[in-house]
């Protein structure tokens, strides 16, 4: 009827009566128990009592009973003995006061206790299954950290191809924007360069038809020698306003890298996802002169607005040549940089007290970063 490991239901579950307690001198006691159901009586021993009870608990409750034997339910395990045996209320389990136990009364009664199906366990079940509940728990915990593990790469795995596909992209978008700002200044040099040759053409022209005007006017062609001296003049006239445009196309170049500048500082910023509120601001990829006058510019204008501190980006220099950062010498290392200069009142208009290398959240210090102090 019951194979008496991993009982589930009531089938599983036996009642008999104790017949007999034997108590054997220097060996452990054992007993027997008479099924309800009919059958040669079940052998049992104090290792296969149910319901966490002793052999001497066991005793005293079979002992309430009297001459009446006791009843009892249990489990056969695959031996054959009686196991998880647990003495029963005989008013509880039989229903019709006849004073046995039938399949149907036990039934019943097991629907009215579920708790019976932990009862008749023993204590090695008990052992036994507590020891393979932490051996599910350890592995549980172990799936679960091993999920987690793998969540937490896969997050790290998108988190780094979002962030190289986002690096590429601005790269590329930089590489871009640099591209068309040098077209610009390349265009304008190049047309610099051509106004040069030609006023370099010129002064050839000027001085090639003056030596032979002069000749001209030796040998006494003078008709001829006021034409060439008059074609030197027209040249030369033309190459003195080629200075002046020569100059002009500086000052264009000039004011182009000013604003070139000022785009490559605002695509900057905006690769920052900070509000732009004055507490920080990034030099990155600007020229030095720039670099100075921008961040001059915007140091006052913190000042004056009350901003305690500011966050001055410039770059630790890893990729730059020979590993050294001009921008973060120009800005805040050199003995005569910018924030040096400004602490010693210097600079007119910016007083800072002091600034400082950033300390990442990390405790690291960031190479790369200064905190100026108003």
């Not at 010498?329 to 010693?344: P, V």
């Amino acid at each position: 009827m019951s194979h008496g490991y991993g009982t589930k239901d009531a089938s599983d579950i036996n009642s008999g009566r104790v017949v007999k307690l034997v108590a054997p001198a220097g060996r452990q006691p054992f007993g027997f128990i008479a099924p309800d159901s009919g059958g040669k009586d079940v052998w049992f021993a104090p290792h296969l009592l149910g319901d966490g009870k002793s052999w001497d608990e066991f005793k005293v409750q079979v002992g309430r009973y009297g001459t009446i034997p006791a009843p009892v339910s249990y489990v056969l395990d695959p031996k054959g003995r009686a196991k998880g045996v647990c003495v029963l209320s005989l008013a509880e389990v039989d229903g019709n006061d006849d004073g046995r136990i039938s399949e149907e009364e036990m039934a019943k009664y097991l629907e009215a206790h579920p708790e019976m199906f932990q009862k008749v366990k023993t204590q090695m079940d008990r052992e036994r299954e507590k020891r393979q509940e932490e051996r599910d728990a350890e592995h549980a915990a172990w799936v679960a950290k091993r999920k987690a593990e793998d969540a937490a790469y896969h997050k790290r795995k998108v988190a780094y191809q979002e962030q190289v596909k986002d690096d590429e992209a601005e790269a590329q978008e930089r590489q871009e924007l640099y591209a068309r700002l040098a077209a610009k200044e390349d265009a304008l040099r190049a047309k610099i360069e051509e106004t040069k040759a030609r006023r370099d053409s010129l002064k050839e022209q000027v001085n090639q038809l003056r030596d032979e005007a002069q000749k001209d006017w030796e040998s006494g062609a003078k008709a001829e020698c006021k034409a060439k001296q008059a074609k030197a003049n027209e040249l030369q006239e033309e190459r003195s306003g080629l200075y002046k445009e020569v100059d002009d196309l500086y000052d264009q170049l000039k004011n182009l890298d000013w604003s070139n500048n000022e785009e490559i500082f605002r695509w900057v910023q905006k690769r920052h996802d900070r509000p732009s509120d004055l507490s920080w601001f990034d030099l990155h990829g600007l020229d030095l002169n720039f670099a100075w006058w921008k961040a001059t510019e915007l140091l006052k204008a913190a000042q004056t607005l009350g901003v305690p501190r500011v966050e001055v980006i410039t770059g630790a220099g890893h990729h730059s040549e020979g590993g050294v950062s001009r921008l973060k010498q120009t800005i805040w290392t050199n003995s005569d940089s910018l924030l040096r200069s400004a602490k010693s009142g210097q600079i007119d208009d910016l007083h800072i007290t002091d600034f400082q290398q950033v300390v990442d959240d990390d405790g690291d210090q960031n190479p790369g970063t200064v905190m100026v102090l108003f």
